[in-house]
């Protein structure tokens, strides 16, 4: 991990509190666990000191901005069109989509926090969840196809860990 993650901590490592809205919150065990994790990295990412890198930002930004591309031209449209049809100028997109980075990579360095300062490091179990999640319940086929690509490799790493962290978190949180 790169320094400029390192740098960044939390004002705060106790519990957060989530807030389950009546007619919001999912039913199904599976489904509303999740739905908490969600909660629960949202609340502390409003905790985060220190400014991560600049270019991770601008990185999430355009990552975003490439699927969005992405999803209109498989509909056979361009993001412009996609974006005329809902009204919305590519000023305003480019807005919404930095500050939806932003969202996105502060709810990633927060949970890194949380795993750095509980020494959270994830397990298999956690790895086959996350795998679950990403691959319509073909997790090993999945794992057997990022393992053939370190950088694939290094991102589920990643990703299993803020899975961890996350999990964490919401066993942690008060839910109110």
Known sequence: ???AYESV???SYDPVVVTLEEG???QEEGERAAYIRALAAIE???RVQGVGNPRVYESAA???KAQAAA???ASGTSLEEALAKQHVTLAQYDRMVRMQAADMVNQGLALDAWARHFGIEPT???VMELLETMSHGEP????EQIGQDAAQLEALSLAAMRYAANKHLAMQAVIA
């Open 44 to 46: 502390l990412s409003k």
């Open 71 to 73: 999803q209109a031209k």
């Open 1 to 3: 991990m790169s320094d």
């Open 140 to 143: 090993a086929r999945l794992l």
């Open 62 to 64: 355009e990552g975003l």
């Open 124 to 126: 298999e179990d956690d």
């Open 24 to 26: 919001k919150t999912p």
């Open 9 to 11: 901590e939390l004002k």
